[in-house]
T-cell receptor, first 109, second 115 residues
Framework: AQRVTQPEKLLSVFKGAPVELKCNYS??????LFWYVQYSRQRLQLLLR??SRESIKGFTADLNKGETSFHLKKPFAQEEDSAMYYC???????????FGKGTLLTVNP | GAVVSQHPSWVICKSGTSVKIECRSL??????MFWYRQFPKQSLMLMAT?????????EQGVEKDKFLINHASLTLSTLTVTSAHPEDSSFYIC???????????FGQGTRLTVV
């Protein structure tokens, strides 16, 4: 069975502060990990995926297979980063996604 | 990016009636679409995989006779909530993948309220 755990439901930081949203997963094979984001009154959209190893909007995430983690990080949070963030796992070839419960990030001015 | 559109965005219906929600991929063909349900302040729960030209694959615990899925074309999947009850009230979201790409494109969601 595959499982994604986001331990923090809420995370509040001040503008300019570093932010880390935690994600741990459980999967027996080689998963593909994603971070999806949902801004207020907008649809869910892809933020980044581990295979791309790129930085999007200043965010990065590294897949740590030893710790089965895929934490999302940004060194200097901005107010526009305030949103709901979901970590998701895709195992196998059928594109089915398993989502974590999400973390609501609030960046205060 | 690719566009997935759901219709309606919101619907209110009476208990016992059926409601159909459409999910369209506007600028690409999708042989597979997914239907999720999201309860307030909770995560997305995969309900079923909609397969073009064949039966949908339902997740454990999801009643296939309650949530009818039809994927008659490469750009349209429909979810029909039959004999709706207040406990079916929820936010329903669909997604699709483009060109065997692993990125999922999501619809804007449909808020169903059963009164």
């Amino acid at each position: 069975a595959q499982r994604v755990t986001q331990p923090e439901k809420l995370l509040s930081v001040f503008k300019g502060a570093p932010v880390e949203l935690k994600c741990n997963y459980s999967y027996s094979g080689s998963p593909e990990l994603f971070w999806y984001v949902q801004y207020s009154r907008q649809r869910l959209q892809l933020l980044l995926r581990h295979i791309s190893r790129e930085s999007i909007k200043g965010f990065t995430a590294d897949l740590n297979k030893g710790e089965t983690s895929f934490h999302l990080k940004k060194p200097f949070a901005q107010e526009e980063d305030s949103a709901m963030y979901y970590c998701a796992l895709q195992g196998g070839s059928n594109y089915k996604l398993t989502f974590g419960k999400g973390t609501l990030l609030t960046v205060n001015p | 990016g690719a566009v997935v559109s759901q219709h309606p965005s919101w619907v209110i219906c009476k208990s016992g009636t059926s409601v159909k929600i459409e999910c369209r991929s506007l600028d690409f063909q999708a042989t597979t679409m997914f239907w999720y349900r999201q309860f307030p302040k909770q995560s997305l729960m995969l309900m079923a995989t909609s397969n073009e030209g064949s039966k949908a694959t339902y997740e454990q615990g999801v009643e296939k006779d309650k949530f009818l899925i039809n994927h008659a074309s490469l750009t349209l999947s429909t979810l029909t909530v039959t004999s709706a009850h207040p406990e079916d009230s929820s936010f329903y979201i669909c997604s699709a993948h483009r060109n065997m790409n692993t990125e999922a494109f999501f619809g804007q969601g449909t808020r169903l309220t059963v009164v």
